[in-house]
């Protein structure tokens, strides 16, 4: 029975029938429907294939049909769960690729051209050599009834099995055998036919891999007779595979929503659909979705429902991405299995420098012994070597490596065969560390930015040999008892650089409001030793206050600057 329009998810129910109604993105609308207008006008263009790039959520799948509505073509469509390989996409996209619309009238107004949609095409990796993928084993006899009949009673009563006659009727799912042998009610016609049903199903062929797409993917975009689009989260996979997919396709590029966008499309999907939100609900979803609009559209969905209240406030937290880490840390420790760079993008739609520390936190718990756990820290190894590569150099297509070592590449190391999670994945302490060192790194962060501008040193460079020597000093300084000469360095070390009471305790390794820290700024006044005043700002206030300039001052050259540090003016020129 087909669903009822108002039970439809959002997602789907509001669509985009056309394509000026996509939100947002309006560059790349234009430059979809400038393509679609050329293969309008008759011949096929140079370049017959779209590549709509963009991250999930911001309208690449609604902008094709949209565009299909528009010009009104008809849509031969594969996505992600159909089987993609070589001889599918040949059967299915191929044969629409090279004939016209069935429901064309020659000579009539009516649709012209099929538009081909491949939905997702980056999650397609297989080439033309790799070995087929065979579908799960076939259900049994008692399996296949169960699922089309539910019960024992009802599949008595479909096949005729009275109490009294022959054959008996059966008495449980127990007594209906895994394959029909010699049965008498194997002999019933209504039995013979669910029999041919299973054997059909049971022996069909079926190849799930997606062997030798790609290839014909591109054979596709060099001898498509139809308009074809493609829709992909990064377009660097499909190039990396295949010239084809840099040279000949129309790249179009979609971004995130703007907040601005997002805001208004939800404003007025709430008063259409007559929604009582809590004020400030539809900003929080904003900053929720991060220019998702499915996913702004799921939360709104899930809080519509509610009475409006705290309870809505309390749906509209931050998305917990920890969650995420630690599901798929658990799949890939145990499953023995590779997963493809793409599908560890779609399920965290991270980088894998995110992942590398889940997984170097988790090896020790998940290994099945000492020798197992080595064989995983070697593949971390490895991975974070190629990390390493691809930020020093640029080469981002080494992100594919590494997410294919740490996760099949552990796995399949610390483990000989698939197991069921016995432990938790733990959260990486490296991280919580991180965390809560934030504001003391914040700090000594400052420390290491004056003093590089005022030494004309790199960051790095005064991280690894000045900072030092500042701890050293200031920590002289604030021992008991403190030679005098080291107070004094450090005064006028803190004036020099003019650090901040936050910085002095840094260095000093003592509380901001201690007699440390207002010993070194006794000097300055009573106002700028109070704990997190600027002393710059203090000195350039006080400045300001005492010694006003007047206008014909303010224009005159500044005597107190060396000759290098004037204008030009200065010398003679106009």
Request: aromatic content about 6%; hydrophobic content about 40%.
């Amino acid at each position: 029975m087909p669903s009822e329009p108002s039970r439809l998810p959002l997602t789907e129910r509001l669509r985009p029938r056309r394509l000026a109604e996509i939100v947002g993105n309006v560059p790349a609308r234009a430059q979809l429907r400038a393509w679609a207008e050329a293969w309008d006008r008759g011949e096929p263009p140079v370049q017959r294939a779209a590549l709509l790039a963009g991250p999930p959520g911001v309208g690449k799948t609604s902008a094709a049909l949209a565009l299909a509505a528009d010009f009104g073509w008809s849509v031969v469509e594969m996505n992600a769960s159909d089987a993609r390989n070589e001889r599918a996409i040949e059967q299915v996209a191929g044969r629409a690729s090279i004939t016209h619309s069935l429901l064309e009238v020659p000579g009539g107004g009516g649709r012209r051209r099929s538009l081909i949609l491949l939905d997702e095409a980056d999650s397609l990796s297989g080439r033309s050599g790799e070995p087929a993928r065979a579908a799960p084993a076939p259900p049994s006899l008692r399996e296949f009834l169960r699922g089309r009949y539910g019960t024992v009673d009802a599949l008595n009563a479909a096949w005729g099995l009275a109490p009294d006659a022959k054959p008996a009727p059966l008495g449980s799912w127990d007594a209906v055998p895994r394959s029909p042998g010699n049965h008498a009610w194997a002999r019933l016609p209504s039995a013979r036919k669910d029999l041919d049903e299973w054997r059909s199903a049971a022996a069909r062929p079926a190849d799930t891999s997606d062997r030798g797409g790609l290839a014909a993917i591109a054979r596709l975009v060099r001898a498509t007779r139809q308009p074809l689009i493609l829709t992909v989260n990064d377009e660097r996979v499909l190039g990396r595979s295949s010239a084809v997919f840099r040279n000949s396709v129309v790249r179009i590029r979609f971004f995130p929503i703007r907040d601005a966008e997002l805001a208004a499309r939800l404003a007025s999907i709430a008063r259409s659909e007559r929604l009582d939100l809590v004020p400030g609900a539809i900003d929080a979803i904003v900053r929720r979705a991060r220019g998702d609009l499915r996913a702004a559209l799921n939360d709104l969905e899930a809080i519509a429902p509610l009475p409006r209240g705290p309870l809505q406030e309390s749906l509209l937290g931050t998305r917990d991405r920890s969650a995420d880490f630690a599901a798929l840390t658990e799949d890939v420790l145990t499953a023995c299995r590779y997963f493809r760079s793409i599908e560890v993008q779609d399920r965290l739609d991270a980088p894998p420098d995110d992942l590398l520390p889940w997984i170097e936190e988790n090896v020790p718990h998940f290994a099945a012994d000492r020798a197992h756990r080595a064989a995983g820290f070697d593949r971390v190894e490895r991975a974070e070597r190629s990390l390493a590569r691809a930020r020093q150099h640029r080469v981002w297509g080494l992100w594919s490596y590494a997410s294919e070592l740490l996760t099949g590449g552990v796995g399949l190391a610390i483990r000989d065969a698939p197991t069921v999670p016995t432990v938790r994945a733990q959260f990486p302490r490296f991280l919580a560390a991180m965390g809560a060192t934030r504001a003391v790194r914040a700090v000594r962060e400052g420390v290491v930015r004056k003093a590089a501008a005022h030494l004309h040193l790199s960051r790095a460079k005064t991280r690894d040999a000045v900072l030092p020597f500042l701890e050293g000093l200031f920590e002289a300084a604030a021992s008991r008892p403190a030679r005098p000469e080291r107070i004094e360095e450090a005064r006028a070390l803190a004036r020099e650089l003019e650090l901040a009471p936050e910085e002095l305790a840094y260095l000093g390794g003592t509380e901001v409001d201690g007699p440390f820290v207002r010993r070194l700024l006794a000097d300055r006044g009573t106002e700028e030793a109070a704990p997190g005043r600027s002393t710059a700002a203090s000195e350039r206030a006080s400045r300001s206050e005492t010694t006003p300039r007047t206008e014909a001052a303010a224009n005159a050259p500044d005597r107190t600057r060396k000759p290098a540090q004037r204008h030009l003016s200065d010398f003679g020129g106009r």
